[in-house]
């Protein structure tokens, strides 16, 4: 067990953050030793990233969406580690812990203490129950803590010990730094470490990251938020519908220069308005700093994979027929099977939606994302737009057909999607810090 | 005391003199272009300062996709400095090119905008990358990571290059095509050619000029940021 300690501002926090490879050092390198065999690179100056394997943190500040339940946060956290728990066993812990007759409350409602109980609780718990030894990181375990939960506390950190499992820990608690292994003071002008270097008898880790499970808990993560509370549904379908009864309103033949293709980039413009709006995952991953507590465990995983998952799957096809049902009355000229098909451009919206995603969350790992437009960079997305409305025209007026060329439907929804694809990679690929 | 080089001076005073001269020659000397073929005849002289617009901020972005590149593999502070430079300039002059062009449009073709040409919306495009360069080097502190997303934004841009140039020829709608390439097969009048070709002559003496004093103001600012850092430590540690 290490200890990180010094006065305010020293840079405890940022050195445990460090060790999960949530900042990038200036200079020198993050890795893993494992004694045998090559050393697991972390992080490094040159941007380097890669997920701790066996890792678990609990950051200062909860690193949970507020509206997760107890139990959720709990599920997740033991799902990410790789350490899957029942039920029943998670209750136990939760028993443990006074925790269990809150288990259906979201953490909005909790006080800070018991927030701070679940966070250290959901950072332990895959531990308390894996045979592998682990690395578990606490950013001031006992702060905010009651002296019960404190007690709770060191002997959890006891029992981890005796288990095998390596804990660093940043605080000013004594109490903590006295039970310690090994001591780093950190202060403005020097470093200092006193105690011994505990040897390890055993590699803590020879697997690589269970990345397909904390991807899985991720996807199962934004599901429920979403379920629970519909913010990113309700903020992208209110002014798509808006847009959409203002044309019904204003009268096509007033907005429309007459051309075939107004009609379909009519049609499209609501799914457009829809998915270029910014996504609630967004301000989820900021809140108590849960989007860094998803970083720590899937490193740069997390962009391609929750721009992807974040993405408004629902509304682009329902969204296209309700304006075809509302804006082609009264159009002669549309091709009676037109509207069996008007699904494929909508789906390939999805696509738009899924670099518009990536694109706000490139924009969102800015420091101050606020003062930057990511309206600016998402202008890029209007050329599929147009060559979905291109595809769009031709099927409302020539009906679908399958041949492959740059001014047919499916070479033009092709051709969307592949720059939607390009303009997705080049979001995700951009480092996030 | 930075001073600013007399050359840049020099060269912008040249290049001014000459985008002078180019809009004078251009109203005055150039004819009209043939009336069957051009619904406005005269306002496509407009094209002697968008084309050169065009080419100039062609010139900035790649400085700013070569900065971008270079702060990759290199991460210098003369890379940092392209960057800087080349989304300055390449909004400077793509502003000239996306708002010269619609002024024709409107004229020559009815409507200010056309969605459906590829050209001219992959330089508005281009235009807003820079400015989103421009806004977050300004409002976001000066960190490496910054700096690399910066840069790598920057790199985005090297998609849309290439598809503005192939666009010219592959996806051509509305828009004319390569002018001073084409003018020998298309017949284009000597005259024409002439004040095309000063006017590309003069706006790169401008860019030149403009990329010069861009970047010892950037070194200055540079120099003053590390001394003022300097100042913090002595300060801090009195």
Not at chain 1, 105 to 122: C, E, P, T, Y
Not at chain 1, 372 to 395: C, G, H, K, N, Q
Request: charged residues 15%; hydrophobic residues 50%; aromatic residues 8%.
């Amino acid at each position: 067990m290490l200890c990180l300690t010094g006065p305010n501002g020293s840079g405890k926090s940022t050195i445990l953050e460090t060790f999960a490879g949530l900042h990038a050092p200036r200079s020198g390198e993050v890795v893993v030793p494992l004694p045998g065999h090559e050393s697991i690179p972390i992080r490094d100056s040159k941007g380097r990233r890669t997920p701790v394997p066996g890792l678990s943190i609990a950051l200062q500040t909860d690193g949970a969406c507020l509206d997760e339940t107890v139990m959720e946060r709990l599920k997740t956290a033991s799902r990410v580690a790789g350490e899957p728990l029942a039920d029943e066993t998670i209750h136990a812990a939760m028993e443990e812990w006074t925790l269990s007759h809150r288990s259906e409350d979201r953490l909005a409602v909790l006080s800070q203490g018991l927030r701070k109980r679940v966070s250290i609780l959901a950072a332990i718990l895959p531990a308390i129950r894996s045979n592998e030894p682990r690395i578990i990181l606490l950013d001031e375990p006992s702060e905010g803590l009651d002296s019960a939960s404190r007690k709770l506390l060191h002997e959890s950190i006891h029992s981890l010990r005796e288990k095998g499992h390596s804990i660093v820990v940043a605080t000013h608690d004594e109490s903590i730094i006295e039970i310690s292994d090994r001591t780093v003071e950190i202060s403005a002008s020097m470093i200092s470490v006193s105690g011994t270097n505990h040897a390890i008898d055993d590699p803590p880790f020879t697997d690589t990251p269970p990345v397909t499970g904390a991807i899985s808990a991720l996807g199962s993560w934004i599901l429920a938020l979403e379920m629970r509370n519909p913010v990113d549904t309700v903020q992208r379908i209110v002014p798509a519908i808006l847009a959409l009864f203002l044309l019904r309103s204003i009268g096509l033949d007033a907005i429309s220069d007459g051309a075939l293709s107004s009609l379909a980039f009519y049609i499209l413009a609501p799914s457009l308005i829809a998915i270029l709006i910014r996504p609630a995952l967004i301000d989820r991953l900021k809140e108590r700093r849960s989007g860094d507590w998803w970083r720590a465990h899937l490193g740069r995983s997390i962009r391609p994979f929750s721009s992807i998952i974040g993405s408004p799957w629902v509304l682009p096809i329902p969204l296209t027929y309700l304006s075809f049902m509302l804006l082609s009355t009264g159009s002669s000229d549309i091709h009676p099977s037109a509207h069996a098909w008007l699904w494929l451009p909508a789906l390939s919206m999805l696509d738009i939606g899924a670099a518009a995603t990536a694109i706000h969350m490139l924009v969102s790992g800015f420091e101050r994302s606020t003062a930057v437009a990511a309206s600016l960079m998402m202008a890029v997305l209007i050329w599929p737009f147009l060559l979905l409305v291109d595809a769009t025209t031709e099927i409302l007026y020539e009906g679908m057909y399958f041949d492959i060329g740059f001014d047919t439907p499916l070479g033009l929804i092709i051709c969307s999607s592949l720059i939607a694809a390009s303009v997705w990679g080049a979001a995700v690929i951009i480092p996030d810090e | 005391m930075a001073r600013i080089p007399a050359q840049a001076i020099a060269l912008l005073a040249l290049g001014s003199g000459g985008l002078v001269a180019t809009i004078f020659l251009g109203i005055t000397w150039a004819p009209d272009v043939n009336p069957s073929q051009w619904r406005a005849p005269a306002a496509y002289r407009i094209i002697f300062l968008h084309v050169p617009f065009a080419w100039t901020s062609f010139l900035a972005f790649s400085m700013l996709f070569w900065g971008s590149l270079t702060w990759y593999l290199r991460r210098t502070e003369r890379s940092w400095r392209l960057i800087q430079s080349g989304s300055d300039l390449g909004l400077l002059f793509g502003i000239g090119v996306i708002t010269s062009g619609p002024i024709w449009g409107m004229a020559e073709w009815g409507v200010p905008w056309d969605w459906a040409d590829l050209r001219l919306n992959t330089f508005a495009l281009l235009t807003a990358l820079a400015l989103f360069i421009v806004m977050a080097r300004r409002s976001q502190p000066d960190h490496d990571s910054t700096r690399d997303t910066i840069a790598a934004v920057g790199l985005f841009g090297f998609i849309l290059v290439p598809i503005t140039a192939l666009a010219t020829t592959l996806y051509q709608k509305r828009h004319p095509g390569v002018v001073i390439i084409e003018s020998e097969e298309s017949g284009l009048d000597p005259a024409i050619r002439t004040v095309m070709l000063i006017g590309f002559l003069s706006m790169t003496l401008l860019f030149i000029g403009f990329a010069i004093i861009s970047d010892k103001l950037y070194s200055s600012e540079a120099e003053i940021e590390l001394n003022l850092k300097t100042l913090d430590e002595v300060k801090g540690g009195e």
